[in-house]
């Protein structure tokens, strides 16, 4: 663990979850490939091409850039796009895409963290708060980090996506702590930690080496293991 900066008194973490607390990756991949394999049993969607799906993405977005903020919205906005584009009727857009959207939910929440990182959540709880701060759409009382935090605040549903300020302010509101008093850690420079330098809290970075950032905000501390936490007990 690398200090930047002095991080001060600290009463609350809250984490980032995808890739932070397990890895993503393979997740988001099979809730992909549960959606699309349930949208495949419509001949017309198939029928439109390898791209069909890419496309009203993009279509969607730019008919509303504020999904890009809510990563659920989003889905579901453009899985209605898409039957509308197949030709099917309002009623039949509604129940195809709200089933779609189902079927990649239920695969999204597949998620087994692991014993350590529960363990090193419950040891951090019982000296500081514990909540979660996430730009996904994942359901945290689907799998087993449960009742591992005081509360979950979700970009779209609770206020918009980091580095947005608001996630951030609210927890410290809902914690009535100040800004400075609250840890976020996440493995994102460009979300996380641009978002808690501009919210006034202290952050930590989990570098995971998936992806390359174009922020340059600095993070209070580094680390590469988030066993490295223990140490804050």
Known sequence: MRFNRAIGTIKAISFDLDDTLYDNRPIIKAAVNAMLNHVKQFPQWVAAGEHFWRDCRR?????DET??????????????????????????????????????????????????????????????SLIAITNGNVEVDE????????????????????PNPDLYLSACQRLAIAPDQLLHIGDSLDTDVLGALVAGCRSGWLINNFTQYQSKSL?????????ALSTLL
């Open 59 to 63: 279509a969607a977005l730019e008919q």
């Open 67 to 128: 999904l890009e903020g809510d990563v659920t919205r989003w889905r579901q906005v453009a899985l209605h796009y898409a039957f509308r584009e197949l030709g099917f009727n309002e009623h039949d857009i509604k129940t195809h895409a709200n089933a779609a959207y189902q079927a990649f939910a239920e695969a999204r929440s597949k998620i087994e963290v692991s014993d350590e990182v529960l363990q090193l959540l419950s040891q951090l709880r019982q000296k500081y």
């Open 143 to 162: 799998f087993n980090l449960k009742d591992c935090f005081d509360f979950v605040l979700l970009a779209g549903k609770d206020g918009s996506a980091k």
């Open 219 to 227: 993070p209070d501390f580094e680390f590469n293991d988030i066993r």
